[in-house]
């Protein structure tokens, strides 16, 4: 099995920061691409930012100027910096990694459990 473990949500004044982190554990060969999504209530869960595992990056247009995803492979585990937040990033925020389980394996979703962030104005 594999598990990912978020940390690092919270409430936060709008204009403030906050810093995500996914720690990756458990039976795993690799793991290629991670990422963060989140979903508002009544909203469908959408991609925040993406991270290949050498270092190629994506994100939102919502959130880019604002938010930085980084990974340490080390580590197994994703960030995401959150800065000048705002109302509307108000979400649950979910990670995501594609993994190997052997050398064999195909590539298999795997997601964190969510961590609420709050963004009051």
């Known amino acids: 099995q594999v598990q990912l473990v978020e940390s690092g949500g919270g409430l936060v004044q709008a204009g403030g920061s906050l810093r995500l982190s996914c720690a990756a554990s458990?039976?795993?060969?690799?793991?290629?691409?991670m990422g963060w999504y989140r979903q508002a209530p009544g909203k469908q869960r959408e991609l925040v930012a993406s991270?290949?595992?050498?270092?190629?990056?994506n994100s939102a247009d919502s959130v880019k100027g604002r938010f930085a995803i980084s990974r340490d492979n080390a580590k197994n585990t994703v960030y995401l910096q959150m800065n000048s937040l705002k109302p509307e990033d108000t979400a649950v925020y979910y990670c995501?990694?594609?993994?190997?389980?052997?050398?064999?394996?195909?590539?298999?979703?795997?997601w964190g459990q969510g961590t609420q962030v709050t963004v009051s104005s």
């Open positions: 995501h990694a594609d993994v190997s389980r052997t050398v064999f394996s195909a590539n298999n979703p795997y």
């Open positions: 458990g039976s795993i060969f690799r793991i290629n691409a």
């Open positions: 991270i290949t595992s050498s270092g190629n990056t």
